[in-house]
């Protein structure tokens, strides 16, 4: 299969498939909630800027400006995409912005100014500044010892450190937070830069954001730039949520695999989780997942057209075919599901469950997803 359908099959399967892992863990809860409408404004904002989408940007811009964002935020927004998209964008995005007030200006809209900069006096160089911005964010301690390409070029280490975390992040217009947002939705949008991007989401997770926020922030990418650029987002997600499970104390031997990140609720009810551990790739027309499930979670109806596998690692859940009674799945359980056999999956009400699923035969087509199991239906089997 070429390339394209390859990517366009990982995508569906990433998806419409499912998640995987052990469940708990991993979320405060105090910040466990999803985005809210300004978090979700600034996202597009500044994923459409580094895109250079300047139609879209226009009304997202509306749309930030709608949703209470102040005019001098985000003006700072655009300008803190200046160190991630370069001035081209930067300026594009500012020229689109004074198109947006002017317009707004004539209907007789009147949007708040908000507030400006207020004055930096901590007595410290703009490098011991950046310095110490930069341990803030990443909780690590800078070395002294620059490698890679601090050593190659110390002059763009310092550029870093003092225009970028000194000039620019101690601007207290806007938050780190709100500052991380607009830099992961940049990097993800610009492609290439995967270091930098998954850097920024460790960042992101250092400074307080949750897994789920995350996946959040690639959502709105989705749906307001598209699956390309959310897929690829979704990947270094995976990566580094990964990472940060297995550091998690007690998760190991829970289950092998990480559980990966939340899966888009399009296909599911309840919490479902994916971590994909092999992609479909040209010659090896297979695809295979880690899913979990947590209590009460399942998916839509849907059938395989190639078939589907299911090696349930943890917990405790359900399985049925159109037409056919329940099946109870445990632990160490193997199902077979033939090609176009139409079926669901899940959690049980009490238990979390989590399957390896493996989708063979994958040059035959995407799962196809039809309606959600009701409560009606889900309760029958309790
Ligand atoms: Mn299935």
């Known amino acids: ?55 879209s940007l226009n009304q997202a811009l509306h749309g930030g400006l709608d949703s209470g964002l102040t005019i001098n935020e985000i003006k700072e927004v655009l300008v803190h995409l200046y160190a991630y998209t370069g001035f081209p964008r930067s300026l594009q995005g500012l020229n689109t912005l004074i198109a947006v007030l002017n317009d707004r200006k004539a209907k007789g809209i009147k949007d ?64 780190y937070a709100d500052r991380e947002l607009a830099t992961i939705s940049a990097l993800i949008n610009l492609g290439g830069v995967e270091p930098m991007m998954q850097s920024h989401m460790r960042i992101a997770l250092n400074i307080g954001f949750t897994q789920n926020q995350l996946s959040d922030l690639i959502s709105v990418i989705e749906h307001r730039v598209g699956m390309q650029e959310s897929e690829a987002g979704r990947k270094g997600l995976q990566k580094v949520a990964g990472k940060a499970e297995e550091n998690q104390p007690g998760n190991k031997g829970a289950n092998v695999y990480a559980k990966g990140v939340k899966a888009p609720p399009a296909n599911f009810t ?55 009674p329940l099946t109870m799945m445990q632990k160490g359980d193997v199902i077979k599901c033939l090609p176009g056999t139409e079926h669901w999956h899940g959690a049980s009400p009490g238990n979390k469950l989590t399957h390896i699923a493996i989708g063979p035969n994958t040059d035959k087509g995407n799962a196809v997803w039809l309606e959600r199991v009701t409560d009606e239906e889900y309760k029958n089997f309790k």
């Open 112 to 175: 708040n100014v908000g507030r400006t900069a207020s004055p930096v006096s901590d007595g410290l160089s703009r490098y011991e500044r950046g310095k110490q911005v930069l341990e803030t964010l990443t909780g690590q301690k800078e070395s002294a010892n620059k490698t890679g390409y601090a050593a190659l070029s110390p002059e763009v280490e310092v550029f870093l450190k003092e225009h970028l975390f000194a000039d620019l992040f101690t601007r207290d217009v806007i938050s």
């Open 1 to 55: 299969m070429n390339k394209l359908k390859c990517r366009i099959s990982i995508l569906f399967f990433v998806f419409q498939i499912c998640i995987g892992a052990n469940g708990m863990a991993q979320k405060s809860s105090n910040n466990a909630q999803s985005f809210d409408k300004r978090e979700r404004q600034i996202v597009a904002i500044s994923s459409l800027t580094a895109k250079g989408d300047l139609v």
């Open 270 to 324: 309840g919490t479902v989780w994916v971590n994909m551990l092999v992609l479909d790739q040209e010659d090896l027309d297979v695809s295979i997942g880690s899913v979990t499930f947590e209590p009460g979670a399942r998916t839509n109806w849907h059938r395989h057209p190639g078939g589907q596998i299911l090696l349930v690692t943890e917990g405790k859940g359900y399985y049925q075919e159109r037409g056919k």
